[in-house]
C-alpha cells in the first residue's frame, strides 16, 4: 500500500475532527465528553503541525509529527468497541465508522513503518 499524502492524511484528520466535534456535543456523560475531549486534542495538535507546512510539501507521502498521535490508536479502538454507547445520532456513528477506518488505517501503517 502507498502512504498516502499529506493532503489526503490532512483530509482525513479533518473529517474526523468534524464527525467527533458534533459526537462530543452529543455526548450524554462527562466520561464520553472526556474520552473525546482527549483524542480531539490530540488530532488538534496534528493538524496544527501539518497546516505549518508549506501547501507545496503536501503531495509528500505522510509522516507523523507529533507524539500523541502515535498514542491515540489505543484510543480510536477503544471508542470503536464503545461507539454507539459514546456517538448518540445514528448519522453521527455511521459517518464515524467509514472515516475511523481509514485514519486507523493510515496511523498503522505509519507503525508499521517505524
Given at each position: 500500500?502507498?502512504?498516502?499524502?499529506?493532503?489526503?492524511?490532512?483530509?482525513?484528520?479533518l473529517?474526523?475532527?468534524?464527525?467527533?466535534?458534533?459526537?462530543?456535543?452529543?455526548a450524554?456523560?462527562?466520561?464520553?465528553?472526556?474520552?473525546?475531549y482527549?483524542?480531539?486534542?490530540?488530532?488538534?495538535?496534528?493538524?496544527?503541525?501539518?497546516?505549518?507546512?508549506?501547501?507545496?510539501?503536501?503531495?509528500y507521502?505522510?509522516?507523523?509529527?507529533?507524539?500523541?498521535?502515535?498514542?491515540?490508536?489505543?484510543?480510536?479502538?477503544?471508542?470503536?468497541?464503545?461507539q454507539?454507547?459514546?456517538?448518540?445520532?445514528?448519522?453521527?456513528?455511521?459517518?464515524?465508522?467509514?472515516?475511523?477506518?481509514?485514519?486507523?488505517?493510515?496511523?498503522?501503517?505509519?507503525?508499521?513503518?517505524?
Amino acid at each position: 500500500m502507498t502512504a498516502p499524502s499529506v493532503a489526503d492524511t490532512l483530509r482525513e484528520y479533518l473529517s474526523l475532527l468534524e464527525l467527533l466535534d458534533d459526537a462530543y456535543w452529543e455526548a450524554s456523560t462527562i466520561q464520553h465528553k472526556d474520552l473525546l475531549y482527549d483524542i480531539i486534542s490530540i488530532f488538534h495538535q496534528e493538524v496544527s503541525e501539518l497546516n505549518k507546512l508549506s501547501v507545496m510539501d503536501h503531495h509528500y507521502p505522510y509522516e507523523v509529527i507529533t507524539e500523541g498521535i502515535r498514542r491515540v490508536i489505543p484510543k480510536l479502538h477503544q471508542l470503536e468497541e464503545r461507539q454507539d454507547e459514546v456517538i448518540q445520532r445514528t448519522q453521527t456513528v455511521t459517518d464515524f465508522k467509514e472515516v475511523q477506518s481509514s485514519v486507523l488505517a493510515i496511523l498503522e501503517a505509519q507503525l508499521d513503518d517505524v
